[in-house]
């Protein structure tokens, strides 16, 4: 028989072109002279949102749980310095703070205030700044929970990475300074699991070994955790291999006691327990974060930490139903990280580069993001304490106001380029902002929010 699928596909074409349809406008290269007066208009709208966020540090600069990593010596982007006048205006609009820079005459007040405040509020002090900035929920990544985040708005998020480094740890120890900062606070967290767990030290089998690891994560999730994190780049590569289970036991029974594994038998060890965590995070419907941008130190491997290491996981249809969300979008591979979130499980984060990037850039980036999976794309504050001046609640502002005016930036050009309606942007808003990241966390949740005023 003679294939006639030409023949059919010609007259469907036929058919729909006999039909007149309304004509829809064509997406144009360049935005139109309407480009600011959308945006004023969009912002409007924006800054009405409710905020979900999905990444931050929430704390205070005295509070060694606020992050399971501390910063090494090593540069800091341009924006994040304390001399960015960005920031003072961050602390006159949160405290009124009456000057203009941070010096050592200065800063003091703040420190103060900020106390005065903490004493009178008390578990509603970072309410209220949340409260001031339209933050409705927040994803507090933290290695425990602290009594001072009020519960009904701070879900927490709690760090998986200490249960790579259960062995000798000399080797890695030595890379760099880095590792000297980052490896003993693995350690020091491996031994609080442990504590948790009711063990005084690593157990004798790795089935044991494995039944704590669940252990510690039923734990976790009966105490608000909604996720799990890996900050895996800033020790390896992010590409795992697929070891059995009796290759990872091998190494444990070796070296559990005692012993210094190589690189390879540490690996092998760390690739089946990463993948075991993921199994583990699935079954206790637990989303999993993971770090896939640039990091902080001078020894940060961009090939290592590079996101398109996680293509092999990401794609592997036995972890379909894992929910993996991509902390700080891959930055700098931000171009290639959004093709990754075709994937139904796979979202994109954020949180950090609008903390590194002005929003003229940001608003680039989004762009990019928002016209190929909008859906798929949640956002993140990063906000972080950096001392007892500059603390969390300056960085939530940075965040969230560059946020919304690079969102409004973004969505104004689409707009005037005819991509899509306003009320679309509109819509488009509301799932970076808050309904996305809502259906991740709070899976009965997601209908559209705003503030109310």
Known sequence: MRDTRWLRVLTATLTIAACPAPLSPQATPYPKQDVQQLYQKLLRSIEQIAIFDNHSHPGFANDPDVDAMASPPGSSALRIRADNPELVAASRALFGYPYSDFSAQHAPWLVSRKLQLKQQQGIQYFDSILDKLGIEMVVANRVSMPAYLDPSRFLWAFFVDSFLFPFDNTRIKQRN????????????????????????????SFDGYLHFITRVLELNRANRGVAIKFEAAYFRSLK??????PEAESVYNRYHAGGEPSAADYTVFQDFVFRYLLREACRLNLAVQIHTSVGIGDFFSLENGNILNLESILRDPRYEP??????????????????????????????????????SEFKDELKYWLSIYPEKIVFGSDAFPFNDALGAEESYWLGVRSARQALAGALAELVSESAFSEEQAIKIAHGYLHDTAARLYQPSAGAPSALSR
Request: aromatic share 12%.
């Open 177 to 204: 300074v880095d590792e000297q900062v980052y490896i003993p606070l693995q350690e020091k967290l491996l031994r609080r699991e442990l504590q948790k767990a009711g063990l005084e030290q690593l157990p004798d």
């Open 240 to 245: 795992f291999s697929d070891p059995s289970q």
């Open 322 to 359: 894992v929910r993996f969300v991509l902390l700080h979008g891959g930055l700098p591979y931000e171009h290639q990280a959004i093709w990754l979130a075709a994937r139904n499980n796979v979202f994109l984060d954020s949180s950090l580069d609008e903390l590194y990037l002005y929003p």
